[in-house]
């Protein structure tokens, strides 16, 4: 089993910027992709980032590319996401994603489907 927990979600302006965290524990060893997702009230989850744990390839939404980085301390066991120039539209709840089953590559781990294991999810708002 794996537990995932995020923070550094909160309230700023458009413009601004803030950095992810998702701390994972127990058989971390196992996990082969981690990922970022986000879901607006009335809105599906979506896929934001994702980062093959070994090796450390990354994809990204098209909607985030070039203002989001998702980046791994593997010493820490912590996936981050470094969001800059936000946006309103990227209001959301944040969830952080991980797998240890099939190994997907690209847009396929930007399907929720891919991951097994979710953590509970960091507001972030963005203000106009």
């Known amino acids: 089993q794996v537990q995932l927990v995020e923070s550094g979600g909160d309230y700023v302006q458009a413009g601004g910027t803030l950095r992810l965290s998702c701390a994972a524990s127990?058989?971390?060893?196992?996990?082969?992709?981690m990922g970022w997702f986000r879901q607006a009230p009335g809105k599906e989850r979506e896929g934001v980032a994702a980062?093959?744990?070994?090796?450390?390839?990354?994809f990204y939404a098209g909607s985030v590319k070039g203002r989001f980085t998702i980046s791994q301390d593997n010493a820490k066991n912590t996936v981050y996401l470094q969001m800059n120039s936000l946006k309103p539209e990227d209001t959301a709840l944040y969830y952080c994603?991980?797998?240890?089953?099939?190994?997907?590559?690209?847009?396929?781990?930007?399907?929720?489907?891919?991951?097994?294991?979710w953590g509970q999810g960091t507001q972030v708002t963005v203000s106009s």
């Open positions: 994603a991980a797998t240890d089953g099939e190994i997907w590559f690209g847009s396929h781990l930007m399907s929720p489907e891919r991951y097994n294991y």
């Open positions: 980062i093959y744990t070994s090796g450390g390839g990354k």
């Open positions: 127990g058989a971390t060893y196992r996990i082969k992709r």
